[in-house]
């Protein structure tokens, strides 16, 4: 009987154990390092998985804005903090263009980070102002092509920069570049007809698109956008390489432990399951995409070794 009442309190003492991490990063507060300003698809997801993890499980998680650089310097920031799963980094596609563009980074992409989840996938799209004449993507490359034009992106290396550059190589184009310091900037100037084109995530154009103030000649997606059905994708017009898409992770610092690793991934799976979540993402642009740590893992390696050859082709260095 003693002998049995000491075996079953050291069990319960084994499950106390493995469980405390859990229980105290649920206790803790968690900082979400975002790399972009507000209103950004990852600030978005940011705030909205905040929210709910917060009603869901009482954590207390708090978006922490950190743009510049490309995304380097929330990246380095999130690089460089406890491993405790209080500080996590909600990333997009230019974490995987960062290293193509400049190698000389202050950490490794692959190394530095443990990869808890993808959270979602949005749209790119091709856009031009509505004053310059052509209304489909064969009239533009015919224009392009016995005409210099243009084009904006909010910076060297970024998702827009790099996917143009894309579309560039294979559609055998020679469009001049004009970084801007900001996203906004550049659609601005885009509106009004001061650069000629531009590849921008849809959500962040589509209010202009349905104004009638920009036009929308191809998305980069597998299949058209239920948010703007009536644009052909690139694969629809001839160019069946050129499949974008701009996707969303959460990372944590390396030496994060695999309990706490699992508990967040768990919990963000979760919510991202919900269908008001869904809704909310949609109606920006961004479709769920839920799953375990390893497709992210997957998905950077493959993403980091497409770009890296688009750069190279494109030969482009960083600033």
């Known amino acids: 009987m003693i002998r ?14 493995m469980f405390v991490p859990n229980l105290t990063w649920a206790a803790a507060n968690v900082n979400l390092v975002v790399p972009t300003t507000p209103a950004a698809g990852p600030d978005i997801l940011a705030r909205i998985l905040a929210k709910e993890l917060n009603a869901r499980f009482g954590t ?9 650089a490309s995304g380097n310097i929330a990246n380095d920031f999130v690089s460089r903090s406890k491993p405790d799963g209080s500080t996590l980094l909600v990333a997009s596609t230019s974490f995987a263009l960062n290293s193509a563009v400049n190698p000389n980074l202050s950490y490794d992409p ?3 980070f443990v990869p808890i989840a993808l ?41 827009q920069h790099l996917s143009m550059e894309l579309f560039k190589l294979e559609s055998g184009l020679n469009l001049f570049h004009i970084p ?11 509106t009004g007809g001061h650069v000629s084109a531009m590849i921008v995530p849809m959500h962040t154009v589509l209010p202009l698109y349905k104004a009638g103030k920009l036009k929308m000649l191809a998305v980069m997606s597998k299949e ?16 069946p390489k050129l499949q974008v898409d701009v996707w969303y992770a959460l990372l944590a610092p390396k030496g994060t432990g695999s309990s706490t690793v699992q508990l967040l991934n768990e919990q963000v799976n ?38 890296a050859l688009v750069v190279k082709n494109a030969r482009i260095k960083a600033d």
């Open 4 to 17: 049995s009442f000491f075996r079953l309190q050291r069990c319960w003492c084994l499950l106390v154990l």
């Open 60 to 68: 207390v998680v708090v978006v922490d804005n950190k743009p510049g």
């Open 110 to 112: 692959i190394k530095d």
């Open 119 to 159: 959270l979602g996938t949005g749209t790119l799209c091709l856009v031009t102002p509505v004053s310059l004449a052509p209304n489909s993507l064969g009239e533009f490359i015919a224009l392009a092509k016995s005409t210099q034009l243009d084009y904006a992106s909010p910076g060297n290396g970024t998702p």
């Open 180 to 190: 801007f310091k900001a996203a906004s900037n550049a659609i601005s100037d885009l």
């Open 224 to 239: 058209r956008s239920a948010l703007a059905p009536g644009v052909q994708t690139f694969k629809e017009q001839g160019y």
């Open 270 to 307: 979760q919510v991202l399951k919900s269908a008001d979540v869904s809704s909310q993402l949609s109606n920006h642009g961004i479709d769920v995409a839920a799953g375990a740590a390893s497709l992210l893992s997957d998905l950077l390696k493959t993403e980091m070794a497409r770009w």
